[in-house]
T-cell receptor
């Protein structure tokens, strides 16, 4: 059974640029959630995708957008990067579609630094 | 508003001592609560959830709706319990986490 994988593991961008982070869900999982984790904080829910549709969203501006593909992998896109976007971005997959339910299986994260 | 509070950022106990990691929540509906744990150099993983009412690695957590709490407890801490612990409400609101250190 393949776990959740994320890429890239680390990246550095400058303010105003755009970034795409990728996530492959655990085998058999159809739901992907994305989280932002700033240093010293808990994960903050960005959004969840189920069957290629956004299925719930946290308090993040529209410049945070996502996609889910037919194979259930997912992308997180962030436009017009700001310094405060520097964080660890976590992807988690699950079997249960309802936002907030079911066990989450996390990836190791993509660490984004915005200069 | 949904809120999860873990009042202790750091908690240190000796091996064999009881441990309690506190979690308080604010939610108007029926809460779904989870504890996630991150061991050193590992990814975040589920420890337990209130709906299953099970004990994992000797840890238990009871939902107290009156006090809006979901504290994590273990009667005898082990060194391998040293980790970062996060309480989560509906998987959309996480607390800031408590770093537990179990000293030999």
């Amino acid at each position: 059974e393949t776990g959740v994988t994320q890429s890239p593991t680390h990246l550095i961008k400058t303010r105003g640029q755009q970034v795409t982070l990728r996530c492959s869900s655990q085998s058999g999982h159809n739901t992907v959630s994305w989280y932002q984790q700033a240093l010293g904080q808990g994960p903050q829910f960005i959004f969840q995708y189920y069957r290629e549709e956004e299925n719930g969203r946290g308090n993040f501006p529209p410049r945070f957008s996502g996609l889910q593909f037919p194979n259930y992998s997912s992308e997180l896109n962030v436009n017009a990067l700001e310094l405060d976007d520097s964080a660890l971005y976590l992807c988690a997959s699950s079997l249960v579609a309802g936002v907030g339910t079911g066990e989450l299986f996390f990836g190791e994260g993509s660490r984004l630094t915005v200069l | 508003a949904q809120r999860v509070t873990q009042p202790e950022k750091l908690l240190s106990v000796f091996k064999g001592a009881p441990v309690e990691l506190k979690c308080n929540y604010s939610y108007s509906g029926s809460p779904e609560l989870f504890w996630y744990v991150q061991y050193s150099r590992q990814r975040l993983q589920l420890l337990l959830r209130h709906i299953s009412r099970e004990s994992i690695k000797g840890f238990t957590a009871d939902l107290n709706k009156g006090e809006t709490s979901f504290h994590l407890k273990k009667p005898f801490a082990q060194e391998e319990d040293s980790a970062m612990y996060y309480c989560a409400l509906k998987n959309t609101r996480f607390g800031a986490g408590t770093r537990l250190t179990v000293k030999p």
